[in-house]
């Protein structure tokens, strides 16, 4: 216990969110093996995306909490790794047969190729600040969404065909279509389980974790709170802004194809502005920075609207509302004065019981 | 390729691009004196072409048919009564929401106003549900010849409405007291102040433009593209901030440069590469804009000082 009290504040709360989660896991998987009806049906359809838009959130935060940047098309990354790494998933069928295995190869793939996509947009985007920044973003998110609705990719014994705009493949024998345009991606299997998705969870919060609390990390805070005074000290800030960034998106990469593994079907339109803000609810009601936070937004965001279906006409008016609030309270003097106050006298208390 | 045709494409480009322009200036002057990004602009343009459209339908059924007044009056009163209500609710805005966040970070401010446009986008869907509405354009659906050219109505009255307000507000910010306010307001907060200018109210001023532009931009923009559902102002909204941006933001004859270039540019992207990806290569154009020259077409660079 003493050494739990005494660890470093940044250990102390990356071991309670690790715990968080394994608890979170532990427990529900308890609950599907040995209760009848296991977690409910509801709970049971969304295990596959609350952990998607957990590594989600998480990859925002890292962007947004922590390197300060604000991106308004973090869905694109998403949109990119679902259809990049189901397509994989499904070209692989019969060479590679262990569900787990494709699964690990297509988001690792999926990962790789929104992070490359990261680095394109981010040489760009980060040269930019503050405002443009997050137009600039939200425009990546809405062409990434325009391409791919027009992407129609194919595979059949001798090899790949890609056409853009219509449908111009001429599948051979035996030949799978992976991505139809605007009719999206039709998965045969959904290899997406909800062990997956915690395995891909604690890999996002151990390299989010190493990442902040390194010397990049502190870097990249501080090219956070001030670009002038970083820049003076020898930190490159576009060159640790880079890193959140790709980093960030190849997360969203390995998350949308976490995400796309675990649909039937899906679309490019289901990757659009909407989702993005969804997402950055999550990170502000989680906290900016704060990763257990974010995951706790995230899946308590997630199941709360499949729960409470009656009353989805108001479900997303109540976001708007607290997304308001929220920021208008973390952003009110009077509030934070209050708070430094009570904090002072409890310091005092201290001193003088010594 | 035939000259009427590109001639066609190019007045409804401007046309397209004099809504952009209108919708351009109220972003452009509300970044120029607040310094922020009214996300919730182009809801606001939805919120005028609801109110606008119920409006009309309440009163065309008081005139004879066919007559001029029936299709003047329901017009007129509509986009009044569209222009009243935006503006209100522009000012109501910016006094709860964004007002208590003068000094926070632009982040801060920029999620807000995200929430502001969610807010609004909900609560019209929850009181007109999202079943489309059909908007009849404001002018009737004729439309006069030229020649070979058919121009409807419509456009001509977007392009007029478009330089009557450039000139009225270019006229408005130089020549009077209160537009001389804004521009020292948005020039230097502090000293504005020490001059004995109210900055509240100058920015409540601002906005009450903008949002009534705003509304004026709904009817236009409805009567063009007549399906009116809840989520119809924010792509609008998004291209014109990407119009104000490319004139560069904060100056008034940029919005509507931007505005009518981004248009045009639309309307040939449609015509001559592809429809699905028009706006794709509208975005395009922002993204190349911000890094050739990042301060817009006619915005001044400004040194950031340590």
């Known amino acids: ?354 | 390729m035939d000259i009427t045709i590109i001639l066609d494409y190019l007045i409804r480009g401007l046309s397209l691009g004099s809504v952009y322009a209108i919708i351009a200036l109220g972003y452009t002057m509300v970044y120029g004196i607040a310094k922020m990004l009214n996300f919730a602009h182009g809801d606001v343009i939805m919120v005028g072409g609801y109110i606008c459209f119920f409006a009309m339908s309440g009163l065309s059924g008081n005139f004879e048919e066919g007559s001029m007044a029936a299709t003047v009056v329901p017009a007129v009163a509509g986009t009044l009564a569209a222009m009243v209500v935006c503006t209100i609710l522009g000012v109501v805005i910016e006094r709860l929401a964004y007002k208590p966040l003068r000094q926070a970070s632009s982040l801060a401010v920029l999620i807000t106003a995200i929430g502001v446009s969610y807010f609004l986008q909900n609560a019209a869907l929850l009181l007109w549900s999202s079943n489309p509405k059909v908007f009849t354009p404001v002018t009737g659906r004729g439309s006069l010849q030229v020649g070979p050219l058919s121009v409807s109505y419509v456009t001509l009255l977007t392009i007029a409405a478009c330089i009557i307000i450039m000139l009225a507000l270019t006229a408005f910010t130089s020549k009077t007291k209160m537009g001389k306010a804004m521009r020292a307001v948005s020039e230097d907060k502090g000293a504005a102040q020490l001059m004995g200018i109210n900055v509240n109210a100058t920015i409540s001023l601002t906005f009450a433009i903008g949002s009534a532009l705003a509304a004026i931009a709904g009817v236009l923009y409805m009567s063009a593209y007549p399906t009116l559902t809840p989520t119809t102002g924010s792509m609008p909204g998004i291209k014109a901030f990407t119009a104000a941006v490319f004139g560069g933001i904060g100056s008034i004859p940029g919005a509507m440069l931007g505005g009518l270039l981004l248009g045009i540019i639309e309307i040939f992207a449609g015509a001559y590469i592809s429809t699905q990806l028009q706006n794709a290569i509208v975005f395009a154009v922002l993204i190349v804009v911000l890094l050739v020259k990042p301060a817009g077409l006619l915005g001044k660079m400004v040194q950031e000082k340590v």
């Open chain 1, 1 to 354: 216990m003493n050494r739990i009290l005494h660890m470093k504040k940044s250990t102390r709360s990356s071991l309670f969110t690790y715990t968080l989660v394994i608890v979170a896991y532990v427990v529900i998987q308890l609950l599907r093996a040995f209760r009848e009806g296991g977690v409910g049906s509801v709970l049971e359809g969304q295990l596959v995306p609350i952990c998607a838009y957990v590594t989600m959130a998480l990859a925002l935060n890292l962007v947004v909490g922590v390197s300060g940047e604000l991106s308004l098309g973090h869905a694109g990354f998403m949109s990119i790794g679902a259809f990049a790494g189901c397509s994989v998933a499904a070209a692989l069928q019969n060479t590679v047969t262990l569900d787990p295995l494709r699964l690990a190869l297509s988001m690792v793939l999926g990962a790789v190729i929104a992070g490359f996509f990261g680095f394109l947009i981010g040489v760009p985007v980060l040269r930019l600040n503050g405002d443009y920044l997050a137009i600039v973003t939200l425009a990546f998110g809405e062409i990434i969404k325009s391409l791919v609705t027009n992407i129609y990719l194919g595979v059949d014994a001798d090899g790949p065909q890609f056409s853009f705009l219509s449908n111009n493949n001429q599948l051979g024998e035996g030949g799978i279509e992976l991505i139809r345009g605007p009719v999206g991606v039709t998965n045969s299997e959904r290899i997406a389980t909800f062990t997956a998705g915690f395995v891909l969870v604690l890999v996002a919060l151990f390299i989010i974790f190493n990442l902040v609390n390194s010397r990049t990390g502190r870097a990249i805070m501080a090219a956070r709170d001030n670009r002038i005074a970083a820049e003076s000290v020898g930190i490159s800030v576009t060159k640790y802004k880079m890193i959140a960034f790709v980093t960030s998106a190849a997360l969203a990469g390995a998350a949308g194809t976490l995400y796309g593994c675990g649909q039937v079907t899906f679309t490019a339109t289901k990757f659009d502005f909407n989702t993005s803000i969804l997402i950055l609810v999550f990170v502000v009601l989680g906290g900016l920075g704060n990763m257990w936070g974010s995951v706790i937004a995230a899946a308590a965001l997630t199941i709360l609207p499949e729960a409470l279906r009656q009353f989805a006409d108001y479900r997303m008016l109540v976001y708007a509302i607290v997304l308001i609030l929220v920021m208008l309270a973390t952003n009110n003097p009077t509030l934070w004065n209050f708070i430094a106050r009570i904090r002072e006298q409890r310091q005092e208390k201290k001193e003088g019981a010594k």
